[in-house]
């Protein structure tokens, strides 16, 4: 009998690629993906990597197809748009070995700057996309994407959410496939995307989309419920489960494709049934093919194209019903919050000090937009905080961007910054970039980078030397500077706005939740020296707090001895402990 364990979506999805003999992993960390690779390092029959970017992770995953075996690219949906260059010319291509990419949709918003619809994506790029409903068949419809992309000659998509791949389900283990590597035969013509080969390939990839249009009636990851015919239900995905809990008597097709869509199939289901709704979160993707076909379907006029659904959201929509809001749905907010100790802290309350402002990037320091520290004025996508820097000193002149700097880290600065960096040079920008080093891609949980000198496969690894780095692209201003040095990081950041050349201060303070041992270093407020000038709570550290009777005390539980408070007290009331 096979062992049946308890699994998050993202390690189902890890199990799949390695049942179905997967042997070449590439991604970039990305809540909600990041789990799939983390957890597919437990498996050592397959080469695992963090890429600098996605792009990169997919180039990676399609020469690995290429060659013979079968390979896989995972990525939040925002990182499919980096992707999506090699990913729309794989599809001309197609593939040798099966090509895998999982795509981690965010609902909700969870941890993300859109809510973009990879099946969006997917129909531009002619590729097929799979959707799991639970942590059993994130397993299986990866195994069974494997199948179809080498039967079809296609990448394949398997998009999932953050409900799925954050949510646990019972998940059947069984033995790895033994798949031998395909032979790889010289083929110009399918491999080299030239314009005169790509006319050709084209009409490879329209006549598979009518093969899968045909076909996917039959695939069985496709299912039917046939109960009452009054109400009929065309879903996917998480919400299924919802659908499941809300309208029990309702008759369902659960799609487990949901691109090309199986138009006999849902044509089938459609004339038998008197009212037909399609529940699918976002985009109405399935919706508006569904009536381009002539047939008759509620979705988006009574449903949102916003946000997760929920159970209850369809039984006010569809069954009428007030359902009163639960406990959860009316906790008051908790806007997030950088750590006691961070790095990142110490320097916006510098900035804010110099009341200067940031054109910021995507990481934990997006937080100095909030209040208390309130620097940054802008975050647009992974190293957009320079190119952005750049395209404001061209729109109105160095004078003008003298109260501006950009703000990245160390890893978003690896992924796409230094591309960003190099214009600034090549265009004779002028502008100071502040690389927040704080040794880790940290929003994401503490994956390593080109600059950690550590793989993901736990390996010892050259580590990218920034300042050279910045150097050899010629940024005549490099400056290292430890973070929580405020005094030295003040006097050089008004040193480098003051300039009209390129300079780049890189902040280097390790992230505060890297170092697991115990905390030796803390600090208490002396009353009888504290003026209650308030100034050592201005950077909004969680460990400072004022009491009922006006006091102002440090939180020994949560002060990590970063020693910020103490530079920023002008009475010498903050001392060690």
């Known amino acids: 009998m096979s062992e049946k364990v308890l699994m998050l979506g993202n390690e189902a999805f890890a199990r799949g690629a390695y049942e179905a003999g997967c042997k070449v992993s590439a991604a970039y960390p990305g809540t909600p993906s990041t789990e799939i690779s983390e957890n597919i390092i437990r498996y050592n029959e397959i080469y695992s990597e963090w890429s600098p970017n996605e792009?990169?992770?997919?180039?990676v995953a399609i020469g690995a197809s290429i060659i013979g075996v079968r390979s896989l690219a995972s990525m939040k949906h925002v990182g499919l748009n980096v992707a999506a260059d090699p990913l729309f010319t794989a599809s001309y291509i197609g593939v040798n070995g099966g090509l895998v990419v999982i795509v981690a949709d965010d609902p909700g918003l969870y941890s993300s700057q859109n809510e973009q619809d990879t099946r969006a994506v997917a129909r531009a790029a002619k590729i097929p996309v799979l959707e799991p409903s639970d942590s059993a068949e994130a397993k299986d419809f990866v195994k069974f994407a494997y199948d179809l992309s080498e039967k079809y000659d296609?990448?394949?998509?398997?998009?999932?959410?953050?409900?799925?791949?954050?949510s646990q389900g019972l998940v059947e283990l069984n033995d790895r496939i033994d798949t031998s590597d395909k032979p790889y035969i010289r083929n110009a013509a399918k491999n080299v995307m030239m314009p005169g080969n790509a006319k050709g390939r084209h009409?490879?990839?329209?006549?598979?989309?009518?093969?899968?249009?045909?076909d996917s009636c039959d695939f069985p990851i496709n299912t039917v419920e046939y109960k009452d015919n009054k109400i009929g239900v065309i879903t996917s995905g998480i919400p299924y489960q919802y659908v499941k809990e809300a309208l029990p008597e309702a008759s369902v097709l659960k799609l487990g494709i949901v691109n090309p869509l199986p138009r006999g199939l849902i044509e089938e289901f459609a004339s038998k049934v008197d009212t037909l709704y399609v529940i699918e979160e976002l985009d109405?993707?399935?919706?508006?093919?569904v009536k381009s076909w002539g047939i008759d379907a509620i979705g988006k006029d009574i449903l949102t194209v916003q946000g997760e659904y929920?159970?209850?959201?369809?039984?006010?929509?569809?069954?009428?019903?007030?359902?009163?809001?639960?406990?959860?749905e009316d906790v008051p907010n908790r806007p997030p919050i950088l750590c006691p100790g961070c790095p990142h802290r110490s320097v916006y309350t510098v900035l804010k000090r110099l009341k200067l402002r940031a054109a910021g990037d995507i990481g934990c320091y997006t937080l100095g937009a909030v209040a208390p520290l309130g620097v940054v004025d802008t975050t647009i996508c992974m190293g957009a905080s320079i190119s952005s820097l750049h395209g404001m000193e061209k729109a109105k002149g160095k004078e003008y961007i003298k109260d501006w700097v950009a703000v990245i880290g160390d890893g978003t600065f690896l992924h796409t910054g230094i591309n960003s960096l190099m214009n600034m040079v090549y265009n004779k920008g002028t502008g100071t970039v502040?690389?927040?080093?704080?040794?880790?891609t940290g929003m994401t949980g503490h994956q390593d980078?080109?600059?950690?000198?550590k793989t993901l496969m736990g390996e010892a690894t050259y580590s990218v030397d920034l300042e050279k780095l910045c150097k050899a692209v010629g940024v005549p201003h490099v400056y290292v500077v430890d973070a929580f040095d405020t005094k030295k990081l003040e006097k050089t950041i008004k040193e480098a706005v003051a300039m009209d050349e390129i300079a780049v201060i890189i902040a280097q303070a390790p992230c505060v939740l890297l170092?697991?041992?115990?905390?030796?270093?803390?600090?208490?407020?002396?009353?009888?020296?504290?003026?209650?000038?308030?100034?050592?709570?201005?950077p909004g550290c969680p460990a400072i707090t004022k009491k009922e009777n006006g006091e102002i005390e440090i939180n020994d539980t949560m002060c990590d001895g970063c020693g910020l408070c103490v530079d920023l007290c002008k009475f010498n009331a903050i001392k060690s402990v």
């Open 449 to 453: 980078h080109a600059a950690t000198g």
């Open 154 to 166: 296609t990448p394949v998509i398997v998009r999932s959410t953050t409900r799925l791949s954050h």
């Open 515 to 538: 170092d697991k041992s115990p905390v030796t270093k803390q600090y208490h407020i002396e009353q009888d020296k504290c003026k209650l000038c308030g100034l050592c709570m201005k």
């Open 284 to 289: 109405p993707i399935i919706e508006e093919q």
């Open 55 to 59: 792009k990169v992770a997919m180039e």
């Open 434 to 440: 502040l690389i927040l080093d704080n040794s880790t």
């Open 203 to 214: 009409l490879v990839v329209e006549s598979r989309e009518m093969a899968l249009i045909k």
């Open 310 to 328: 929920s159970a209850n959201m369809l039984r006010r929509a569809i069954k009428g019903e007030q359902i009163s809001l639960s406990a959860a």
